[in-house]
């Protein structure tokens, strides 16, 4: 059994932080949300046992400022168009994107977790 899902990183780049300080700042249930992520106990209870691998595997993606917005605009805690904060949220956005641009593009690094592991023999999940 995989288990695999994409953690956007935020303490590998100014841009990184900058931006999870905004979704924090502005985002409707980003905390909620954030918070629901599995941690390794999680996994573990998932897979009834500890013998599990687990990969870090590095990714990227380059945005231009529509489609940080596009990205930012498609994430379920982000305040639709016509909410109060969607307005500065989309200011600042343009404001964070112009000090950490370069050639008129950013860089949003990733992490994809990757747990291999067995369930165990008459598991429920099974």
Do not use: C
Not at 91 to 103: C, K
């Amino acid at each position: 059994m995989a288990i695999v899902w994409n953690d956007r990183s935020t303490a590998t780049s100014g841009f990184g932080h900058a931006y999870e300080d905004l979704l924090v700042r502005y985002g409707t249930d980003y905390t909620r949300v954030k918070d629901s992520y599995p941690t390794a106990e999680d996994i573990s209870s998932f897979f009834e046992h500890r013998d599990f691998q687990t990969h870090e595997l590095p990714n990227h993606q380059i945005f231009d400022l529509q489609g940080l917005r596009g990205r930012l605009r498609s994430s379920s805690y982000a305040p639709a168009e016509g909410h109060a904060n969607f307005a500065p949220m989309m200011d600042d956005l343009d404001q964070l994107f112009a000090a950490h641009q370069q050639n008129h593009q950013v860089r949003m690094d990733f992490s994809t977790w990757v747990y291999l592991g067995q369930l165990n023999p008459g598991s429920a999940h099974s």
